[in-house]
């Protein structure tokens, strides 16, 4: 772990020289300044993690108020970084008032080594407490196991290629229709990459309103705007040493876009009300159902924010791509309900199998989800039933099911006589064919001309 580093801020050199011997005596880093103003600039300029703050600069002066001043600016400009204030033996009403503006604790002049490595020490542990506190706090989702369920060829080589690069800390996006898993999908990158230990941290960028997107992304410093009640810590942050998801990224309103540009490009951002410059240190995945060609070409999209999102972009098929997932999907969520709701364990019918098999999927893994939870809750039978899905066949009829052009045909030629009551002419014009090539199709199927 690096050293802490304490800002010692006073205008006397002999001051600031013994606090420097005894704190680099103890492992600490020190930088000093002799000024509430040169120690602005310190702040926005290097990392500090605690402030020893002298209250008095002007000679002969004992208010205090050039470090209250200080106080003040502080807890706007920098609100994270503790301060120990300084002041005479004597004088009580200052320590109180610095307190009141933010210094974490107060130190009488002339110290007791003892007593200020004490102090400092238990205000960083107190800062990293905070700061842990609120990052737990501010991380509401839920962790969840994560079973990631695949089969397909489709699928197989799609995983092939995300863990050969999920090691990596490339950027990442993710396509596909609503309810693929791509969510999932980013959940499992993290987990097999080399961030896994880390936080993941997921944004829907479509939730997010316009005017709270910066506070969102990289926190707000309390008091930064009228609202800001409190010190409040962006994702970026939160996502420190993980996997910052920007989910639904194309919905990011075109004037924040710039604004995640930057940050993307530079890895640096502020925290609003702040002018220190933060680094990111993130492996960024995002997904989106968007067409970002359409979107860039109606200037929805800043190509360039397209490009730093896409290094390497794959595509998560829709579940009607990916027939042989199916089934293994079903059942997994089948038994993940079945343990939810501590129901024994229960089979699939191989004619619910079939009919799982020919349903369109419009809502993809979403909806199978949903559906075999729903099955299992309401089921009373020992192995689910087809009509325990209650499948939407209105619209699965409108649909095809993937089977061969043959079997299409088929079908179609079948369908198209049952509602002309077997009326040739009839089904061959509602099937745009002429009489006689129908006549040569029900050649190739003698059972269906009776
Ligand atoms: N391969 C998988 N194995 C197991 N469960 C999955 C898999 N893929 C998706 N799911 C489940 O399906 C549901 C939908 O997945 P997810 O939310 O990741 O989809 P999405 O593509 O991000 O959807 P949207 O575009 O609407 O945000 C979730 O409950 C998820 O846990």
Redesign the pocket.
């Known amino acids: 772990m690096s050293k802490a580093c304490i800002l010692v801020v006073d205008d006397r050199p002999d001051i600031r020289l013994s606090a420097s011997f005894v704190l680099e005596d103890n492992g600490y880093q020190v930088l000093e300044a002799e000024s509430p103003y040169q120690a602005k600039e310190i702040i926005q300029s290097s990392k500090v993690d605690l402030i020893l703050l002298d209250m008095n600069y002007s000679l002969d002066t004992t208010s205090g108020d050039e470090g209250l001043d200080f106080l003040s600016w502080l807890a706007k400009a920098a609100g994270n970084i503790p301060a120990v204030a300084m002041t005479a033996w004597s004088n009580v009403e200052l320590a109180v008032k610095a307190m009141q503006l933010g210094a974490g604790d107060f130190i009488e002049k002339p110290w007791k080594n003892q007593r200020l490595l004490q102090i400092i020490e238990h205000q960083l542990t107190l800062t990293g407490l905070k700061v842990q506190n609120q990052k737990l706090q501010q991380r509401l989702e839920p962790e969840?196991s994560n079973?990631?369920?695949?089969r397909s060829p489709c699928?197989q080589e799609l995983m092939a290629q995300i863990e050969s690069v999920a090691q990596t800390d490339v950027t990442i996006l993710?396509t596909?229709?609503?309810?693929?898993?791509?969510?999932?999908?980013?959940?499992?990158i993290h987990q097999v990459s080399k961030v896994q230990s880390g936080p993941f941290i997921s944004v829907?960028m479509g939730a997010i309103s316009e005017n709270l997107f910066e506070s969102e992304m990289f926190g707000h410093s309390k008091g930064a705007f009228t609202d800001a009640k409190s010190n409040r810590i962006g994702r970026f942050e939160l996502a420190k040493d993980g996997t910052l998801f920007l989910?639904?990224i194309a919905n990011i309103p075109l004037s924040q876009q710039a604004k995640l540009l930057r940050v993307l490009e530079s890895g640096e951002y502020e925290v609003l009300g702040s002018s220190q410059t933060q680094q990111t240190n993130i492996r960024l995945v995002s997904?989106?159902?968007g067409d970002f060609g359409k979107l860039i070409a109606n200037e929805a999209f800043r190509e360039d924010l397209f490009y730093r999102l896409n290094t390497l972009e794959f595509r998560?098929p829709s579940l009607r791509e990916r027939a042989q997932?199916i089934i293994a999907?079903a059942q997994?969520?089948v038994k993940t309900a079945a343990d939810k709701y501590q129901k024994p364990a229960l089979a699939i019918s191989a004619d619910a199998q079939q009919a799982l098999l020919e349903y369109h999927w419009p809502g993809?893994?979403?909806e199978?989800?949903h559906l075999m939870e729903r099955a299992v809750l309401l089921t009373r039978h020992k192995e689910l039933q087809v009509s325990d899905l209650h499948l939407n066949t209105q619209i699965a009829t409108t649909a095809l099911p993937m089977m061969t052009l043959e079997q299409a045909e088929r079908k179609l030629i079948k369908q198209a006589l049952a509602v002309n009551d077997n009326h040739i002419a009839k089904a061959a014009a509602l099937l745009g064919l002429t009489k006689s090539s129908m006549y040569r199709r029900l050649e190739k199927y003698p059972d269906l001309q009776s």
């Open positions: 969840q079973d990631y369920v695949w699928m993710l596909g229709d609503n309810g693929t898993g791509k969510s999932q999908l980013a959940k499992y829907n989910d639904e997904a989106s159902n998560v997932d999907l997994h969520f993809n893994i979403r199978l989800s």
